[in-house]
């Protein structure tokens, strides 16, 4: 099979919910910016809930994807015999969920830049390094999943453990920004805020630590016999 036939499955098989979401992210920030201070929403508050879907609600979906890569082959004995192997397809599966993702954010972004609400997000750079906002937690939430599902083998159960953390990371937002450990690993540190200077560091050590994780699950996403001993979604 051809590599465009290849991708076009991996598009198809992503699922109409998940090729939806980010557009149906990237509609509820055109609104905002057309309508949410016209409905009355303060200007304060317009730019809350458009930090909060960039950086918050960007990064939970490819985490979750991730998170359920395993398990949602029915033939995945076969695919596992195949020359490029399952580790291919799952990662080119989660490339094509990350990449739509990811261009869904820049659209969004780029949206946020020439109406001019960008320059009054909080904590967020200007420039290529502002997008960090969103990018950073996107790719370390996306190599968590992809940890969790491969080292639990259950869709379910590494789903639960990537919606704890996202949630964790909201309400306990406090806590990373009293520990100078916590802060660096702290995903929404532009919604919820960090101590001056750190943003950027914080962004960098979220952006180094993703392939550890990723590197961490790439393994165990080879080992066959754990594979074919996942949970069947």
């Not at 599966?93 to 993702?101: E, P």
């Amino acid at each position: 099979m051809r590599s465009l036939d290849l991708w076009s499955h991996e598009i198809k098989r992503a699922g109409p919910a998940a090729l939806l979401a980010p557009p149906v992210l990237v509609l509820l920030i055109v609104l905002l910016v057309a309508f949410g201070t016209r409905l009355g929403s303060r200007e304060g508050n317009t730019v809350l809930f458009l930090m909060t879907i960039l950086e918050t609600g960007v990064p939970l979906l490819p985490g979750i994807a991730a998170a359920s890569l395993i398990g949602r082959d029915r033939a995945v004995e076969l695919q596992l015999t195949l020359p490029r192997g399952y580790r291919s397809t799952l990662l080119r599966r989660l490339a094509v969920l990350v990449g739509w993702t990811a261009l869904c954010a820049l659209i969004a972004s780029a949206l946020l830049i020439v109406t001019g609400w960008w320059d009054l997000l909080p904590a967020a750079s200007h420039g290529l390094a502002g997008q960090l906002a969103w990018l950073s937690p996107m790719l370390w939430l996306t190599a968590l999943g992809l940890l969790a599902s491969a080292t639990l083998r259950s869709a379910s159960a590494a789903t639960a453990i990537i919606s704890f953390v996202w949630l964790f990371e909201h309400m306990l937002a406090y806590l990373f920004q009293e520990n100078l450990m916590l802060r660096l690993l702290h995903m929404f540190a532009t919604t919820y805020g960090t101590v001056p200077g750190d943003w950027l560091p914080n962004r960098l050590t979220l952006l180094a630590t993703a392939p550890l994780l990723a590197a961490a699950a790439w393994p165990l996403l080879g080992d066959a016999e754990r594979i074919l001993g996942g949970e069947a979604a």
